[in-house]
């Protein structure tokens, strides 16, 4: 029968490095992320400070509009004005005073309306202002983010990298039925290819899913004669023989 243990001790290793690899793999993962949501955050501040100059403009143009037409009043209510010197009969002179009246109410609310948009005007450039300097100063530091980030990046695949490298120099250790199963196993369940036995006061459990473990599969374990693997969940199950027999001496030093 061949001896487990040291293609056990191999892959435990293996098992230890993936999973560090594994944790590098989602920091890795982070940093686009994180790049990405730098690049939506000075998309905002562009698309708020353009939001501002749009409305300032509509603003200013409303202004214009609104002046222009205060002053073809005025020129009409001068033209009444004049056209009152030869005015001949009371009832147009008095028609004539009333339009001139009318259009002056119309002037003053006009003129109301001129105020309502400056506030407007006034309001829209103090946001387009805010938005500015918001953009200007996320920009500056923006080159030193992505920078930062790239430099983690780099410095994340560069330890990376050395886990692969020492993974592969353990997989070598590790025979290759026994490695292909680890894999898929590791797969299939989300990085976990190899558990160990856990004591508990009275009985062992699988440290991946707790079940509880029968005393021959206990034996079993301990010869490392062959792979074991849960009943339960699967995994490759290891049982450290030190920490059995030390769980074993204590528990027997309890029960005395
Ligand atoms: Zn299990």
Redesign the pocket.
Same mark, same amino acid.
């Given at each position: 029968m061949t001896d487990f243990s040291l293609h056990v001790e191999a892959l435990k290793k293996v098992q230890e490095l993936r999973l560090r690899t594994d944790k590098l793999d989602k920091e890795i993962a982070k940093i686009p992320k994180a790049i990405d949501e730098e690049k939506r955050t000075v998309d905002g501040f562009k698309e708020q400070a353009d939001d501002a100059k749009h409305e300032l403009l509509k603003a200013k143009a409303s202004i214009t509009d609104l002046e222009s037409q205060v002053k073809a009043k005025l020129d009409y209510i001068e033209k009444l004005k004049v056209s009152l010197y030869t005015v001949k009969d009371n009832q147009t002179y008095k028609k004539t005073q009333e339009e001139i009246e009318h259009n002056e109410r119309a002037i003053s609310d006009i003129e109301t309306k001129i105020l309502e948009a400056i506030e407007r005007m006034e309001s829209k450039n103090a946001e387009l202002l805010s938005a500015e300097s918001s953009l200007a100063e996320k920009q500056a530091l923006h080159d030193d983010f992505i920078s930062k980030k790239n430099r983690d990046l780099a410095e994340l695949e560069k330890a990376k990298a050395a886990f692969i490298a020492e993974i592969e120099k353990y997989e070598v250790a590790v025979e290759k039925g026994l490695l292909d199963r680890f894999n898929r196993l590791r797969t299939m369940r989300g990085g976990t290819g190899l *558990?160990f036995a856990q004591p508990e006061p009275d009985y062992w459990v %699988?440290g991946? %899913?707790q079940?509880q473990l029968t005393h021959q599969e206990i034996s079993l374990l301990l010869l490392q004669r062959q792979i074991c693997t %849960?009943q *339960?969940?699967g995994?490759i199950m290891v049982i450290e023989n030190d920490l059995y027999h030390r769980h074993e001496e204590a528990m027997k030093k309890k029960r005395k």
């Open positions: *558990a %699988c991946n %899913c079940v %849960c *339960a969940c995994v």
